[in-house]
Nanobody, 122 residues
Framework: QVQLEESGGGLVQAGGSLRLSCGAS????????MGWFRQVPGKEHEFVAA????????YYGDSVKGRFTISRDNAKNTVYLQMNSLKPEDTAVYYC???????????????WGQGTQVTVSS
């Protein structure tokens, strides 16, 4: 059972930056692909970014390409999401997720964190 905990959310003005972190309890963290998703009330999870177990492959949702960067530090059991040039439409609860296979689909991730709120003011 992988336990995930997100941090780094908060309130930021449009055009600003935030870095989200997701720490994992699992010693075999490096075996897992990791994803970031976001959700606003009344909508399904939206794919944001994903990274393979060794960081060799990364994927991004169309709405964040060129602005967000996913990375990981397996020595620290942590995955990051650097968010730049934030827009009000980026406001959402952001979740990290883990599974053995990298995917852009939320239903293919077995483990999820509790989420962290990101609010971008205009």
């Amino acid at each position: 059972q992988v336990q995930l905990e997100e941090s780094g959310g908060g309130l930021v003005q449009a055009g600003g930056s935030l870095r989200l972190s997701c720490g994992a309890s699992e010693r075999t963290f490096s075996s897992y692909a990791m994803g970031w998703f976001r959700q606003v009330p009344g909508k399904e999870h939206e794919f944001v970014a994903a990274i393979s177990w060794n960081g060799g492959r990364t994927y991004y949702g169309d709405s964040v390409k060129g602005r967000f960067t996913i990375s990981r530090d397996n020595a620290k059991n942590t995955v990051y999401l650097q968010m730049n040039s934030l827009k009000p439409e980026d406001t959402a609860v952001y979740y990290c997720a883990a599974d053995y296979y990298v995917s852009t689909k939320g239903n293919e991730y077995a483990y999820w964190g509790q989420g962290t709120q990101v609010t971008v003011s205009s």
